[in-house]
Structure formats: structure tokens, C-alpha cells
């Protein structure tokens, strides 16, 4: 496995691979791996000639200062665990490598990025669009892989590799999870005890409004986002930010609950500092 520091030896790199009639495979992260990252980097490697995975905290994608000063950093561990998983090629570049100066491109994505994750943290999906755009400049892979735990950053994505021209096919995959239903994240080594076992009261909570729907329970909106909140906040350890039942592409808020059916819920939580997200398509 190749380890990359700057620019010039991944692009140098992925050329020859392309020039032998390789197709590239890419799996963007911020690291501190888990097995959810390793699945996209051995689908990327069912899919595709050669893996490339990319590691870089994204500073401009943080609209807290503290997450990011917190936000785990384990690249030895990564590379090792990388290297196990058929993974080709690793980019790991400094701040210096991708912003040599201040990035001030703005992307409209209209709604898309206004909404949930986009309004609690604000120009969150900016920061991980330009992180996305020179990452697709420098790889330039056929497919590039990302998990639908990250359901509207995927759908930005989308929006930025059309607007972009990237000749990249998009390739989205389930969220993995826990045995108990918490969806995996690096940020959940970050979690007290106490914290790790009142954490899947956001799966259920999501399992729960599902069937609510699904069964025609259902009698408003604001009822099953009223019980998914409540039964969630009453943990101590637990405080919902947003939960939404949206439409999966335009990600409106769905208004009644036959529209529901085809919807997704998309919930986010805090424990303690820690911010958790997750969601799950009704269908
Ligand atoms: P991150 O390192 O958190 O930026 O995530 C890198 C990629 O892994 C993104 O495409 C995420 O959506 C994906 N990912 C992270 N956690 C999960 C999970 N539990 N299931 C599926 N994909 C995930």
C-alpha cells in the first residue's frame, strides 16, 4: 500500500494506474477508521482495479472549533488498518497540501444545504463540498464510495459533482451499525459509558417512527417527531437537535403522513459534547 503526502505523488500515482487501464475506486474519509469505512474501502475494492483512500480532517467543514480540536486523529492505526483491507493507496495530506491559501469558493445548493445538518451547522456542507471537489481534481477515480450514514452530506455531493462536471459515478452505501443499533462513527470513542448505552434510544427511536408510519399508526407529523424527541430525551445522557421526516432527494420536510411512507427520518443528538447523527428511509 502507497502512503501519500502531497498532491503531486497521489496524482503522479493515479495516472500510471489509469495509464495500465485501471479503474480507481475512491473512499474519502477524516479517519479514526472504523469497520464502516473499511466496508466502503473493500466495496471500493470489489468495484475497481486499485483503492484509493484519502485521510484528512477537514478543517473548513467544522463550525465548532472545539469538535475539531476534539475530533480523533489515529493515523497509524488507520494505516495499519488500511493496509488489511485491500486498500491500494493512501492520501493523507497537511492543511498546508490542500488549503495552501484561504478557500473562498461559495456553492449554491439552494435549499439542500440549508436545511438540518446545514442550519444547526452552518457552512458545514460548503466545507466538505470544496474538500470533496479538490479531492475528486486530484484522484480523479471512476467511482467514489460514501455511506448513507451521512444522508444529506451525500445528496450534496450529488449536487456538487453535477455542478462540478466530475466524471465520477456516486456510489452511496448503507449505514453499518452497532450490534445495538447505533449507527458506527469516530466519534463514538468519544462517549462516556453511561453516554454508549442510552445511544441506540436514537436507532429505536428512528425503528419506532418507521413503524408508526409503516402501520398507518400514525395520526400527524409533529406526533411521530414529538414521540421519536420525547423518547429519546428521556435519557439524561441524551438531547435531540433536529429530528426530520423529509422527502429523500429535495429533503423537504414531508408534510403528512401518507407522503411519509417513502421519506426519511433524519435525527441529530447530542451526548454530552458529542454529536451524534443518524437516519433511516421509511420505504
Ligand atoms: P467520515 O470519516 O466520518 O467523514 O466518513 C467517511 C465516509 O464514511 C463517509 O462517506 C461516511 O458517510 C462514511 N461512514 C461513516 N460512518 C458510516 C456508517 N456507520 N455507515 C456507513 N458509512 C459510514
Not at 3 to 18: A, L, P, Y
Not at 88 to 102: I, N, W
Not at 208 to 215: G, L, N, Y
Amino acid at each position: 500500500m502507497e502512503v501519500f503526502r502531497n498532491i503531486r505523488g497521489v496524482s503522479e500515482w493515479v495516472q500510471e494506474q489509469k495509464a495500465e487501464g485501471r479503474s480507481i475506486g475512491f473512499v474519502p474519509t477524516m479517519g479514526a477508521l472504523h469497520r464502516a469505512h473499511l466496508e466502503l474501502v473493500r466495496r471500493a475494492g470489489a468495484e475497481n482495479d486499485a483503492v484509493v483512500c484519502s485521510i484528512f480532517v477537514n478543517p473548513i467543514q467544522f463550525n465548532n472549533p472545539e469538535d475539531l480540536r476534539k475530533y480523533p486523529r489515529t493515523l497509524d492505526a488507520d494505516l495499519a488498518k488500511l493496509s488489511g483491507t485491500g486498500c491500494s493507496a493512501v492520501f493523507c495530506p497537511g492543511e498546508k497540501e490542500m488549503y495552501p491559501e484561504k478557500e473562498n469558493k461559495h456553492y449554491n445548493f439552494g435549499h439542500l444545504d440549508k436545511v438540518m445538518e446545514g442550519k444547526y451547522r452552518r457552512g458545514h456542507f460548503n466545507g466538505v463540498a470544496i474538500a470533496v471537489d479538490r479531492l475528486f481534481r486530484i484522484v480523479r477515480p471512476h467511482r467514489a464510495y460514501f455511506g448513507e450514514k451521512d444522508y444529506q452530506q451525500l445528496q450534496v455531493i450529488k449536487a456538487m459533482t453535477h455542478m462540478e462536471g466530475h466524471p465520477v459515478e456516486i456510489v452511496p452505501c448503507p449505514t453499518i451499525r452497532e450490534n445495538d443499533g447505533l449507527a458506527m462513527s469516530s466519534r463514538n470513542i468519544r462517549l462516556s459509558p453511561r453516554q454508549r448505552e442510552e445511544a441506540p434510544r436514537i436507532y429505536n427511536a428512528l425503528l419506532d417512527a418507521k413503524k408508526a408510519i409503516s402501520e398507518g399508526k400514525a395520526t400527524s407529523i409533529d406526533q411521530v417527531r414529538d414521540d421519536a424527541i420525547s423518547f429519546i430525551n428521556t435519557s439524561p445522557e441524551l438531547r435531540v437537535e433536529y429530528f426530520e421526516i423529509v422527502d429523500p432527494e429535495s429533503l423537504l420536510p414531508v408534510k403528512n403522513t401518507r407522503d411519509a411512507a417513502g421519506a426519511v427520518g433524519c435525527i441529530a443528538v447530542y451526548a454530552g459534547d458529542v454529536r451524534l447523527i443518524d437516519n433511516l428511509p421509511f420505504n
